[in-house]
Structure formats: structure tokens, C-alpha cells
């Protein structure tokens, strides 16, 4: 079983801006979300686990090994695939992999070719290896970022805002491709997509201005806020008069019709009818009351 364990972390950079502040979380085998908007902090707090830069206070620890004075060691065990991650543009994806796996130290040459064409397989990129991984659609580029994050069986595997951009097939393709991954190691997953960690994670937290807001299992956390969500479609115009009036926790576009959804242990007034509490509501109801 693996173990990291974030305690206290924070980061200020040089401008000024502080991107993480006493940000503690322990994660262990399995998928763990990290929500949040864009701006939050998720990718400063990835970069961080990762040792691509150093915090300016706290301890991070991955299987009881301090990786900030050893940063080499989760290095040798972790698997990144950032948000956006550049290709050589001639070099076909079994080229580009191969390449990979020696700069990640797999120097056996048998190994390494049947690490590669094992990985080219799993990601159903195995038709196309011959290709320029330049010339690949947004899904195809993201499922050979994942091969070239398992390379050398990685115990940490950091994905981040790996769906954004996809169209809905390639999406549940990738996203079928993680939760086979994520049940010996740890997967964490960084999205602003809430969908995502509703279908894959056992664990999460929110992250909002640096903050951690809350952590835990995301149905038994929906499941606090049950029987407190009520619904009702108004005027657009009229959107700000609910806002003073209620908890307004979300305002969407349904068929070209305004619905609010308000927080409340009672009926707030005519018109509005209970509704099944979701992931979303929850993240919403949480950004909303701190």
C-alpha cells in the first residue's frame, strides 16, 4: 500500500502571489480528485508533489521517505502527465516512447520494447505508432501522455485536467483507461470537471483560493446535503433579487430558461421544488458557504 502524506504545504512564488497555503491531505492507493476552478492552485500543489519546484513550507512525504530533501526518490516512482505537455514533431509515438522509457533509466532493451508495445497496446494506440504524435487528435495525444506517465510501473501517477478538450467518446475512453490503472497505486486526478470525479474517485478534496475546504468520499459527501436542494426556473432579471433573498448556490441555462438552485432546510417559498442533490450541488454549496 502506498502512502503520500502532504502536511502543512504552502507556496508563495517570487512575484508575491501565494498559490498553496497549509494545504494537508494523506492519500493512499486508489483514485483521489483534486477539484477545483481554474486559478485554484491544483496545478502549483501537482508541480509540488511532483518536485518541479520546492514548497515554501511543510512536508510531503511518499511512503515515509521525505521528498523534498529526496525529491529523486518519487521521481523514480511517479508517472506526470501535466495539462499541456509538448512532442518532438517528426518522431512517431513507438519512437517517441521508446526514447522515453531510456531517459526514465529503463536501459534493457528487451524490456523496454515490450514495456512500450505493452503501453501502446493498453492506451489503443497500437494501430497508429507508426504516426508523428504531432499529427494525433486531442484524445489520442492524452492517451499517449498516460502511456508515457506508466513508463517503468510508477507507484504515483499525477494526471492533470487530463479530459479538458476531449469530445465525450474520447473522454470516457480515457477515463476508462484511469480507473484501470488506479486500483494498486495512487492516481490523482486535478480537474475543474466534476463529472470526472464523480464517476472515478473514491476520495477527494476541494481546492479553492490555495485552501483546502473539505475532503472525503464523494457520495457520503453529497449525502450531507440531501433533502436541502430545491429548484425553481425564473427571469433572468430576477436572477439577483433570489441572490439576497436565498442561498442561491448555482444559476444555469435550461432550454433557454433561467433555473436557480437554493440551499435550504425548508421549502423557500412557492414555485420551487426539491431536487436530487449531486456532485455538482455539493461543490457549489461548498464554494458558496466559505
Known amino acids: 500500500m502506498n502512502t503520500l502524506k502532504i ?76 495539462q499541456e505537455f509538448g512532442v518532438y514533431p517528426k518522431l512517431s509515438a513507438e519512437k517517441l516512447l521508446n526514447h522515453l522509457a531510456i531517459l526514465k533509466g529503463i536501459i534493457n532493451t528487451k524490456e523496454r520494447k515490450q514495456q512500450v508495445k505493452s503501453l501502446l497496446h493498453q492506451t ?60 494498486s497505486v495512487i492516481v490523482i486526478l486535478s480537474t475543474h470537471i466534476v463529472e470526472d470525479v464523480h464517476n472515478l474517485c473514491k476520495n477527494m478534496a476541494i481546492l479553492s483560493n490555495g485552501n483546502i475546504l473539505v475532503t472525503g468520499n464523494p457520495a457520503e459527501l453529497v449525502n450531507g446535503i440531501q433533502g436541502k436542494i430545491w429548484s425553481k426556473i425564473i427571469a433572468k432579471t430576477d436572477v439577483e433579487a433570489y441572490k439576497n433573498a436565498f442561498s442561491v448556490i448555482s444559476s444555469t441555462l435550461v432550454s433557454g430558461e433561467t433555473q436557480i438552485k437554493v440551499l435550504s432546510e425548508t421549502k423557500p417559498e412557492e414555485g420551487f421544488s426539491l431536487v436530487r442533490a449531486d456532485l455538482e450541488d455539493f461543490y457549489f454549496t461548498t464554494l458558496a458557504t466559505h
Open 124 to 183: 489503443n494506440l497500437y494501430q497508429h505508432r507508426k504516426k508523428a504524435v504531432a499529427t494525433f487528435s486531442g484524445g489520442m495525444r492524452q492517451r499517449f501522455g498516460i502511456a508515457q506517465a506508466l513508463l517503468g510501473n510508477p507507484q504515483l501517477i499525477i494526471v492533470d485536467e487530463p479530459t479538458a478538450g476531449l469530445d465525450p467518446e474520447e473522454r470516457n475512453r480515457f477515463l476508462n483507461l484511469l480507473s484501470e490503472i488506479g486500483e
Open 7 to 82: 502536511n502543512n504545504i504552502s507556496k508563495t512564488y517570487p512575484n508575491g502571489v501565494q498559490a498553496i497555503k497549509s494545504v494537508s491531505l494523506e492519500i493512499s492507493n486508489g483514485m483521489f480528485g483534486l477539484l477545483g476552478s481554474n486559478g485554484a492552485g491544483k496545478s502549483s500543489l501537482m508541480r509540488t508533489i511532483a518536485s518541479l519546484q520546492e514548497p515554501s513550507n511543510g512536508t510531503i512525504t511518499f511512503n515515509d521517505i521525505d521528498i523534498i530533501s529526496k525529491p529523486q526518490y518519487v521521481r523514480e516512482n511517479l508517472g506526470y502527465l501535466p
